[in-house]
């Protein structure tokens, strides 16, 4: 049986995550539906890219990724479908799927121009098809038609430095733990193994732990998380509320000799 992840801003009160389960398993009958997450905050297109980035590749080969996020029918965008290696990727050419980690898209169609969506509810009405046409054996190269390319948001980049690396606050998780975009390798490669300062607005940590609980409790803490990118955190604390730092804020880490 194949697997289709739902992604999306829908939320758990209303009905539109069950109606889009129910019309995936209406038109393929064998489905198997694998939540990815539906509480993604309205419209936040990077908080989706990062939640789906870390955890799409951890799906077997064949996996279709239904996404919906901010895919209301617009003049400005299209919709469309594509294999990335051997994965399916669904959903609004918004420039999402410019941001999410580890992707390479190939065989690009577009399954629904700009502005021709036939009702409101372009998951249900657009994606549901496709996903299942997917499901039950149809060639991505006969849905919609041939694109060259996707829409493209430009992620915030520092210039390299010997002694510097600058990076942002990519994604807040639920316990209020800051998520960057310095990776190990990168934090490695430039530290050669001096001492550093991780500086996060006025606030200055110069350990990293391995744990969250390495520090008493409130004390704010540095680690690499287990996709490998730097957290800024606070143990049983919300450091996002306790330092007042919200997305795509500046971490700085300066190494000395």
Known sequence: MGIVTLTSDFGLRDHFAGSVKGALYSAAPQVTIADISHLITPFDLQQAAYIIGHSWSRFPAGTIHLI?????????????????????????????????????????????????????FVALDVYVPVAAALHNGKPIQEIGTELNGIAELIRPRHLPEDDVIKGNVVFIDSFGNLVTDISRSEFE????????????????????????????????????????????????GKANQLLNIRMNAVIRVEFTD
């Open 68 to 120: 919906s996020v901010g895919p209301s029918p617009s003049a400005r965008f299209n919709h469309i479908a594509f294999r990335s290696g051997s994965h399916f990727f669904i959903g609004p050419n918004n420039g999402l799927f410019s941001l999410i980690y580890g992707i390479a898209p190939e065989e690009i169609r577009e399954i629904c121009p700009a502005g021709k969506e036939p009702g409101t």
């Open 189 to 236: 490669k430039t530290g050669r193994g001096r001492s550093f300062s991780i500086r996060v607005v006025g606030e200055e940590i110069t350990t990293l732990s391995v744990r969250y609980s390495d520090v008493d409790d409130g004390d704010k803490l540095a680690l690499f998380n287990s996709e490998g990118f730097m957290e800024i955190a606070i143990n049983q």
